[in-house]
């Protein structure tokens, strides 16, 4: 669906994506609107599928919830967003981002410079959340299944200045570098200093079967990497209906594993 009567995207969904570049997001193009054909639960969707770097603040409205397309490698700042809807934020797998293009059946049959992936920064001061509604729904809060990657950040991003991943040794800063903030660290340098001071919130609350952060019912977890942020990942309890099952806060989901996190 397109907004109607020359809606905004904000009037529509409830959400404001500005891309970080300062110009306009182009509908079918950057993104687009569409139902959630996946939880019968009339559900819907902002799909985006640009790698521009984007930031998305507001309470979603009508069960609209965020969603990556499969094999985009987005960059997605959250500042002060709340989403309660049956998929409030779904990673597609890219299924078919094999070798031969025929569809994976383990993770790690995708190609890594096809897997779809996220790095999402949790604003400074902000506080985000996502909620499973209704909670019987079988949806992870943030899904990042098996075969996807997600980097969860605060402002201050785990990366040098040439952009390259920080991997810590022993707990400490492993060598001498300049942050993508202008900060120079040296080699042994406690890793706080890699930490907003006012580091921004996610709340993840699951539906029934699926992980906080994570897998759906039945599916492991992605690569998963927390680096900042203040993060409660809550997997939903069917309170004694046991024709349900109760997945991981971070992980996978009810009868699934945990990958890389």
Sequence with gaps: PAPQ???????????????????????????????????????????????????????????????????????????????????????????????DGQPAARGYEILPEKRTSVHLTLADGSVNTLTVTPENTERPALRCGEGSVLVIDDSVWNQTAAGEAITPEQGRVPYDCTL?????????????????????????NSGYCGAGIGGGYHEDSGKITIEGGNISAHATNPKGNWTYSVGAGIGGGSAGGTGCT
């Design 180 to 204: 993508k903030n202008g900060t120079e660290l040296k080699q042994g340098d406690p890793l706080w200093k890699m930490d907003s001071e006012t580091p921004g919130t996610l709340t993840g």
């Design 5 to 99: 009567g020359g809606a905004s995207l904000a009037e529509t969904t409830g959400l404001t994506i500005t891309a970080d570049d300062g110009q306009p997001l182009v509908q079918g193009v950057d993104y687009e609107l569409t139902a959630d054909t996946v939880t019968n639960t009339g559900g819907k969707l902002v799909v985006l599928k640009t790698d521009r770097a984007v930031t998305v603040t507001g309470a979603s409205k009508d069960n609209y919830g965020l969603q990556v397309a499969a094999g985009v490698h987005a960059s997605i700042t959250l500042n002060g967003v709340t989403i309660a809807a049956p998929i409030p934020f779904d990673i597609v797998t890219n299924i078919n981002g094999t070798a």
